[in-house]
């Protein structure tokens, strides 16, 4: 049989106003036509970052007259070169009353083009926190004519005097939080596609720990029981992998006991153990309990633990804290923590209070070499040689 025959002949050819009909939409009810769609998305690439710069002994400031500055030093965002500059006197005549303070950009090439910034500047108070109150972000093109852009009237001196939330020990901090727009462009956005959600391992590790369903371990701290999973445990720590199923693993032990820890530091590493993060209790960094965590990640090998506490622990320097926290870092090979302290205690005005805490009085009889390195980088910043 003909297979044409099955379906009957073909039908006529469309005439041009039928054709017309099919591609105009009001020749169709409502919802019955759909016109092709597509769509396009403008992305702007920028780089963000934040420069704080101290100003020590303010009160000698005052008195140098309008338009004369201190600077900061030079620090890279979006691939220019940028400083922030203080003006205790005013930038201007006229301004005797304020204080002024300005972000200055540094061309590369005397040939590029301006530079889209946005930015602000303002003075944290004594506590190293914003103050409630803060300058507006201010939008400017930098560029050879016209390298500067910032606050004439950046705060009243009468607001800078003894007492105020912003001085401490007669050092003031000015923070610069800069974003450098790099360029823009438009891609044409792909439609239909698949919404893919990020990943949630994290979490159900998490709840893995937290259910203790399939755990194969216990672990007894200061007479509190902890549940886990050999298996993880091995995968996320050297030590742990050698207890548990090394040479001289505790074949019949479910049981381990774990001395010279709080349960609360027990419980943080296994936390990060699981999910790769820190708890909520320790992401702050200014509190004793980071340290502690820094102790078990050191203990455990859990490296990027113990970098992680690194890191929270240097951004939370102060007087109160650096000397335990610089012995700390000495204990346990902390390189870049210990670095930090010692820049921190080395600042103008600085070792002298340090000197006077509790702390300070066990770094020196815990650690007594390390106060020829201070005193080392004390004597470098004062004679303003380059120091390493």
């Known amino acids: 049989m003909d297979a044409r025959s099955v379906t009957g002949p073909p039908p006529p050819p469309l005439s041009a106003g039928a054709l017309a009909d099919r591609r105009d939409p009001s020749a169709f009810p409502d919802g019955c036509f759909r016109l092709p769609k597509t769509s396009s998305t403008s992305l702007t690439k920028s780089f963000t970052a934040v420069h704080d710069f101290r100003v020590t002994d303010y009160s000698l400031l005052e008195g140098m007259g309008f338009g004369r500055y201190v600077s900061s030093s030079t620090f890279s965002v979006g691939g220019s070169d940028w400083a922030v500059r203080f003006y205790p006197d005013g930038a201007t005549a006229g301004l005797l009353g304020d204080v002024s303070a300005f972000l200055y950009y540094y061309s590369r090439d005397r040939d590029a083009p301006g530079v889209r910034a946005r930015f602000t500047l303002n003075l944290l108070e004594r506590d190293g926190k914003m103050p409630p109150a803060s300058n507006p972000y201010m939008k400017h093109t930098f560029s050879l004519a016209s390298d500067n852009w910032g606050f004439t009237k950046f705060m009243e001196k009468s607001r800078l005097q003894q007492g105020s939330p912003y001085l401490d020990r007669d050092c003031l901090t000015i923070r610069c939080v800069l974003t450098v727009v790099i360029d823009s462009r438009t891609v044409d956005n792909e439609m239909n596609s698949v919404v893919v959600p990020p990943s949630n391992l994290y979490q159900d590790f998490g709840e893995m720990l937290s259910d203790g369903e399939g755990a194969d371990v216990t672990f007894t701290v200061d007479g509190q029981l902890f549940h886990a999973h050999r298996c993880v445990l091995a995968f996320r720590s050297p030590v742990f992998r050698a207890a548990l199923f090394g040479p001289m693993k505790e074949k019949a032990e479910n049981l381990i006991k774990i001395d010279d820890m709080e349960p609360a ?15 909520d209790s320790c992401s702050d960094g200014r509190n004793v309990a980071m340290q502690h965590l820094l102790v078990a990640a050191d203990r455990y090998g859990a490296e990027r633990l113990r970098l992680l506490c690194e890191s ?11 000397a335990t926290t610089l012995a700390l870092a000495e204990q346990h090979n902390c390189s870049q923590l210990r670095r930090a302290c010692i820049e921190f205690m080395a600042s103008p005005n600085m070792l002298g209070p340090i000197m006077e805490t509790d702390g300070f009085n066990h770094l020196i009889a815990s650690c007594p070499l390390v106060m020829k390195e201070i005193l080392d980088k004390v004597s470098c910043i004062w004679s303003g040689k380059q120091c390493r």
């Open 265 to 279: 530091i027990f419980e943080a590493l296994l936390h990060f153990i699981y999910t790769d993060r820190l708890p």
């Open 312 to 322: 929270k622990l240097s951004e939370a320097i102060d007087v109160e804290t650096v």
